[in-house]
C-alpha cells in the first residue's frame, strides 16, 4: 500500500533558527497535508498544496509529486511552535483516504 | 470554539465490553471520517462517510460499526473490545465535494482496553 516515510522523527531547535522536515512517498500523491497536533491534542491543518509551494507566516510548504516528496520549513522558530507535526498525503485512486507519517516532535529551546 | 467534537475524552473499559465514541461536526461538512492512532504507529484510516453512505472502509473486524443519525453526527461504535484496540481514535471530516480534500481533525477519544 502506499507508503509515507517522515524524517526526521525529533527535532531540536533554538528560537530564531530553523529547519526542514520532510516526506517521501512510495507512490505518487495527489496532494500532500500538513498538520500540527496542538496542546489539546487536536491536529490543526497547516497547508493543504496539490503542487508547488504555499507559505503561511514562518512556514513554508512544498511539494513534488513527480519526485515524490514534501517539505515543511520552519523558519525564525518560536516556543509556540514546538508539538508534533504530520504530513499526510493520498494517492489518485485512494478518493480522501490519507496515508499519514509518523510524525516529527518539534522542540523549540529558548 | 471546537467545530468537531468528540466525547468523550478519555475512555477506559474491560475486555470484552462494547462503547461508543461520539463526534459532531459544525462545519457544514458532508464527509467524515475515523481514523486510529496506536502508540508508536502513525494515524490509520478506518473509515469514511459522505452524505451519511459509508464510502471507504479500511477495518478489518466487524467489530467497529460507525453509526450516522444525522449528517454531521459520525459515531463509532466498538464491540467485545480488546486490549489491542487501545488507541486514540480521531474523528474528521471535510467538505465532501469528492476527492482530495482539506481535512478537519478533533481532538480525539484516547480509549483503554484493560
Known amino acids: 500500500g502506499d507508503q509515507v516515510e517522515q524524517s526526521p522523527s525529533a527535532l531540536s531547535l533554538h528560537e530564531g533558527t530553523g529547519s526542514a522536515l520532510r516526506c517521501n512517498f512510495t507512490?505518487?500523491?495527489?496532494?500532500v497535508q500538513w498538520f500540527r497536533k496542538n496542546s489539546r491534542g487536536s491536529l490543526i491543518n497547516l497547508f493543504y498544496?496539490?503542487?508547488g509551494t504555499k507559505e503561511n507566516g514562518r512556514l513554508k510548504s512544498a511539494f513534488d509529486s513527480k519526485e515524490r516528496y514534501s517539505t515543511l520549513h520552519i523558519r525564525d522558530a518560536q516556543l509556540e511552535d514546538s508539538g508534533t507535526y504530520f504530513c499526510?498525503?493520498?494517492?489518485?485512486?485512494?478518493?480522501?483516504?490519507?496515508?499519514f507519517g509518523i510524525g516529527t516532535r518539534v522542540l523549540v529551546r529558548p | 470554539d471546537p467545530k468537531i467534537i468528540q466525547k468523550p475524552k478519555y475512555l477506559v473499559a474491560v475486555t470484552g465490553s462494547e462503547k461508543i465514541l461520539i463526534c459532531e461536526q459544525y462545519?457544514?461538512?458532508?464527509?467524515m471520517y475515523w481514523y486510529r492512532q496506536s502508540a508508536k504507529k502513525p494515524l490509520e484510516f478506518m473509515f469514511s462517510?459522505?452524505?451519511?453512505?459509508?464510502?471507504d472502509n479500511q477495518t478489518a473486524s466487524s467489530r467497529f460499526q460507525p453509526q450516522s443519525s444525522k449528517k454531521n453526527h459520525l459515531d463509532l461504535q466498538i464491540t467485545a473490545l480488546k486490549p489491542d484496540d487501545s488507541a486514540t481514535y480521531f474523528c474528521?471530516?471535510?467538505?465532501?465535494?469528492?476527492?482530495?480534500?482539506?481535512?478537519?481533525f478533533g481532538s480525539g477519544t484516547r480509549l483503554t482496553v484493560l
Open positions: 474528521a471530516s471535510s467538505q465532501g465535494r469528492g476527492g482530495a480534500e482539506t481535512l478537519y
Open positions: 507512490t505518487t500523491m495527489r496532494a
Open positions: 498544496l496539490a503542487s
Open positions: 499526510a498525503a493520498g494517492s489518485n485512486s485512494a478518493g480522501n483516504k490519507l496515508t
Open positions: 462545519l457544514g461538512h458532508n464527509a
Open positions: 462517510y459522505s452524505y451519511q453512505k459509508l464510502m
